[in-house]
């Protein structure tokens, strides 16, 4: 079981940047497929990136494709998203989560989940 801790969250202007770390006690990550998910107050949990732990593969959601890239540091035992060109429509709260094999967008086939992080993109 990998318990996660995400940091990197706050308040920043639109077309702003941050970066969301995920990191990992009690398991090595390299094991792990890393999601990343993000809650927006009403709506449902969307997933946006994720990365196998084999090959490096990683996925991103249409929405975030070319302004948000997931990466994993193994050696710091993190997952990292960078988030550039932010909007205000980012505004959600950022969950990582952790799967054993193949990465998957679907939050239910993840099994251990960090405590999230608040990102608020408002002028």
């Known amino acids: 079981q990998a318990r996660l801790v995400e940091s990197g969250g706050g308040l920043v202007q639109p077309g702003g940047s941050l970066r969301l770390s995920c990191a990992a006690s009690g398991s090595t990550l390299d094991d792990y497929a890393i999601g990343w998910f993000r809650q927006a107050p009403g709506k449902g949990r969307e997933g946006i990136a994720c990365i196998s732990p084999i090959d490096g593969s990683t996925y991103h959601v249409p929405s975030v494709k070319g302004r948000f890239t997931i990466a994993r540091d193994n050696a710091k035992n993190t997952v990292y998203l960078e988030m550039n060109s932010l909007k205000p429509e980012d505004t959600a709260v950022y969950y990582c989560?952790?799967?054993?094999?193949?990465?998957?967008?679907?939050?239910?086939?993840?099994?251990?989940w960090g405590q999230g992080a608040q990102v608020t993109v408002s002028s």
């Open positions: 989560a952790a799967k054993v094999g193949y990465y998957s967008s679907s939050a239910a086939a993840y099994d251990d």
